[in-house]
């Protein structure tokens, strides 16, 4: 049986359509497949939790169809449950973990491997614990967990009526570049202080930190190469205050990875990250955005396995 969670409001309603599309397919209903439609934030998280305590005896799959904000609640409701699948198929507006694992399929084609022909792979993900999560626990991420400039812009981004006005005019491809836009002019750098592998970093101020799982993020940008998913360590990348020219000098050069050349960029390996500040951090996780003063991100005990075309 495999169980498909789709976020219909996910790249403009087009994983809806992608999803139609592979209802008709002959194999969705001779490998039973169960569709469930996710209707609010953190429904996809809910739906898996309680669809793996229901269906675990016959379960061989649990399929994304959305965005990588719906990947990041589904992997969060499979945290307890390590031992069962997971697979995307891409259908929001960045999809990133798809090119982290450098997958080479979409949509129907890609669904008909999953069920079919899938390569099954393991993936290192990271795990994370905010200062006000203690009733909560860790969480997990499949792409980055970010803070300063990329939290206060994926906030904007997430903002309804910023996006209401973006399909106004159709420029929601555009999402963060106009998120960009709109945060930098008032945008200050983070105090922020670091822990890396158990070594105290006193940084004093930065525009940017980025503990990353693989090399993209935000729509394509190669914030960290050489970043591997399959490896056992972070790629954590540090921007140090820059003026206002520079940075976005910095989002233009990222999509190449040529921003790594900036004497301002910091790039470093590590299996644990603690995060400390005086202040509220702006971040984000896989495109879920929060404020916190501290945060300690290891990667998860135990590798997430993925079904892949």
Known sequence: MYIIIVNPEA???SADKLFQKIQKEPLFKSKN???FYTSYKGHAEKLTRQLIEIHKEVLQCVIVIGGDGTFHEVINGLKENPEFPVAFIPAGSGNDFSRGIS????GVELFRSIVVTPQIIRVNHGSYRLQQSSRTGKRVFANSIGFGLDGKVVEVANNPLFRKWLRRFHLSSFRYIFALLKVLPKYKPIQVDLKIDGRKLSLGKASLLS???HPFYGK???IAPGAHIM????KVVLIKPLKKWKLL???LLVFTGQHTKLKEVSLMDAESVEVF???PLPYQADGQHGATFYCKIDKAEVPLTVMKG
């Open 231 to 234: 490896s056992p360590r972070f």
């Open 249 to 251: 000098m910095f989002f």
């Open 11 to 13: 790249g403009q309603k």
């Open 211 to 213: 503990i990353t799982n």
């Open 103 to 106: 997958s080479s399929q979409d």
């Open 33 to 35: 497949c169960r569709s």
């Open 277 to 279: 500040s005086s202040s």
């Open 220 to 222: 394509g940008m190669k």
